[in-house]
């Protein structure tokens, strides 16, 4: 039998290194199709060349880190028994699912995989004794690849597996003798055409114009004010709602360089008011996504706010950050489907608020 996949193992370690990419960017439940072409290094008890040949896969994205794919593949090889007059071919049907493990939703996507399904192998060398002997049994595979999107409806995945499953294929003399498991790795390159919801690009909201100034009237004169009462001091609270398109992109949970800028005058605004007792962030999504995908994403934007805040010098101790996911919306929209015009319409939804408590003392000077 062929020896250990060595290099699989190694090369491992190329998958587990991007392990810090966000998985979060591009996930929206897509199905997708993964034809493509393979090549096949058999094992050496078949005495086989090596092998080309096809698959197609059909793929889910289940979660933000796994993908289920089926597959039907097909390789065929020329014998190389090495036995004059010998001639023949070895020819291998799979069908299998697999699960994928994505390390990452960015554009370049590594992932490892396992699978189990089915396969049937043919060998039907002349002048050797072994005429059409097919066997068909249960199949496994392990492996590691990566997919690469150049956009929503369009990539390529590549992937290497080494493969179990069992033939009937010895004769006689004990020249081939491949009755038992055998070994094959396969390296496989395919297209992904995606047919998914797209992930849309939404355009920056166009700041609304400053009202015209309008000139002050002359003051008429005042009458003598009578005394005034004794204040009331009531501790009034503050509220500031940044739209989350400000701060992050799209789906994401990284500050952009404008949301600095914002967040820049809060901050000073809180170490301005001594009066403030706590700052609670708060983050919101739409409802576009699972509830526990916009759940985490609003903790982590709200955290986001909330650390850039105290890097900006606002006391630690004042603030606490809190996700409400896609739980308080401010505006209901029509349809389910994803387009532009219903990323537009939830627009407003996507916010994160920033709570300032006992800023003012109502009445007091």
């Known amino acids: 039998m062929k020896k250990s996949f060595l290099g699989l193992a190694i090369a491992s370690a190329f998958v587990f290194a991007s392990q810090a990419a966000q998985a979060e960017d591009m996930y929206r439940g897509a199905w ?8 096949m290094h ?3 008890d078949l005495d086989a060349d090596n092998a080309r040949g096809g698959f197609l896969s059909i793929g889910k994205e289940l979660s933000e880190h796994w993908d289920i794919q089926g597959r039907l593949g097909y390789n065929r090889a020329d ?5 004059p007059g010998a001639s023949g071919k070895y020819k291998q049907t799979t069908l299998g699912l697999d699960a994928l493990y994505m390390f990452s939703r960015e554009k370049f996507r590594p992932f490892l995989l396992a699978g189990i399904g089915a396969a ?3 060998v039907d060398y002349s002048n050797v004794g072994l005429t059409d002997k097919s066997n068909t049994s249960w199949m496994a595979n392990v492996g590691l690849g990566a997919q690469y999107l150049f956009n929503d409806k369009f990539g390529v995945q590549a992937d290497v597996r080494h493969q179990w499953s069992r033939a009937d294929a010895r004769n006689a003399a004990g020249t081939v ?5 055998i070994n094959n790795t396969l390296v496989n390159l395919g297209g992904i055409f995606r047919f998914g919801a797209p992930a849309p690009v939404v355009e920056e909201p166009t700041p609304e114009p400053a009202p015209a100034p ?3 009237a002359e003051p008429a004169p005042a009458p003598a004010p009578a005394p005034a009462p004794a204040p009331v001091c009531k501790p009034v609270n503050e509220t500031v709602t940044v739209s989350a398109e400000e701060l992050f992109g799209f789906d994401k949970a990284n500050l952009k360089e404008k949301g600095r800028v914002t967040l820049d005058a809060v901050a000073a605004k809180i170490k301005e008011n001594p009066e403030i007792k706590a ?7 739409d409802r576009i996504g699972s509830e526990a995908y916009n759940q985490k994403l609003s903790e982590r934007r709200a955290k986001q706010v909330a650390d850039y805040l105290v890097a900006q010098g606002v006391d630690s101790s004042l603030i606490t950050a809190e996700g409400k996911g896609k739980s308080e919306p401010v505006v209901q929209c029509e349809g389910k489907k994803v387009s532009k015009k219903l990323i537009s319409c939830l627009q407003p939804n996507r916010r994160v608020e920033i709570r300032a408590e006992g800023t003012k003392q109502e009445g007091c000077q």
């Open 32 to 39: 997708y199709v993964v034809p493509g072409a393979s090549y």
């Open 42 to 44: 058999t094992d050496s």
């Open 79 to 83: 014998e190389d028994t090495g036995i």
């Open 120 to 122: 049937r192998n043919n």
């Open 177 to 181: 003798d491949a009755d038992g498991t």
């Open 214 to 216: 309008v000139a002050a």
């Open 279 to 285: 700052v609670i962030v708060t983050g919101h999504t």
